[in-house]
T-cell receptor, first 112, second 110 residues
Framework: DAGITQSPRHKVTETGTPVTLRCHQTENHRYMYWYRQDPGHGLRLIHY???????DKGEVSDGYSVSRSKTEDFLLTLESATSSQTSVYFC???????????FGPGTRLTVT | KNEVEQSPQNLTAQEGEFITINCSYS?????LHWLQQHPGGGIVSLFM???GKKKHGRLIATINIQEKHSSLHITASHPRDSAVYIC????????????FGKGTLLTVNP
């Protein structure tokens, strides 16, 4: 599992509140990703990081921001949560040079 | 049109049957992945391939680069194989991003 953890694993929050999800890895991988998974859409990339303080947008980045101040942590923030952001969020890492990708256990977020 | 298309979307089989799930993609790729996700569970990598064929136990994955097509086969299917199977591709570049198919829900009945 490449030592990937996500916190929290489940969260229920109200519309308009800020939410931060954390992805933590223990193996010093350079590339980290945040995906969301929704019925009918599959997995879609929100943001990714290619190093400390180096991030870029994915295909569904509106309403989300990310930060990476340490190699091991990649944070996803919903500044003002909306019901459309109810989803399961997966963090992942890539092993440079191999194309292997490993996923965290997921965070189920419900926005009421 | 999605860059990665899977078929079928849903598949029901009886225990012991041979199963095939298909994946077609429309872009050049560096690698193709088959992933497995049990209901309510995490995502596990089954195979990563860029050419030919790979086998692991009862699972076989093949890819035809010229036809932009890959198949995942399960021999002697078992109820524990019931899961969503997801095809994903790395379409090159230095960021290793994946583009995913929408998944195939497999149910194997005893």
């Amino acid at each position: 599992d490449a030592g990937i953890t996500q916190s929290p694993r489940h969260k229920v929050t109200e519309t308009g509140t800020p939410v931060t999800l954390r992805c933590h890895q223990t193996e010093n991988h350079r590339y980290m990703y945040w995906y969301r998974q929704d019925p009918g859409h599959g997995l879609r990339l929100i943001h990714y990081s290619y190093g400390v303080k180096d991030t870029d947008k994915g295909e569904v980045s509106d309403g989300y921001s990310v930060s990476r101040s340490k190699t091991e942590d990649f944070l996803l923030t919903l500044e003002s949560a909306t019901s459309s952001q109810t989803s399961v969020y997966f963090c992942a890492i890539s092993v440079v040079g191999t194309y292997e990708q490993y996923f965290g256990p997921g965070t189920r977020l419900t926005v009421t | 049109k999605n860059e990665v298309e899977q078929s079928p979307q849903n598949l029901t089989a009886q225990e012991g049957e041979f199963i095939t799930i298909n994946c077609s993609y429309s872009v050049g790729i560096s690698a193709l992945h088959w992933l497995q996700q049990h209901p309510g569970g995490g995502i596990v990598s089954l195979f990563m391939l860029s050419s030919g064929k790979k086998k692991h136990g009862r699972l076989i994955a093949t890819i035809n680069i010229q036809e932009k097509h890959s198949s995942l086969h399960i021999t002697a299917s078992h109820p524990r194989d019931s899961a969503v199977y997801i095809c994903a591709v790395n379409s090159g570049g230095s960021n290793y991003k994946l583009t995913f198919g929408k998944g195939t829900l497999l149910t194997v009945n005893p």
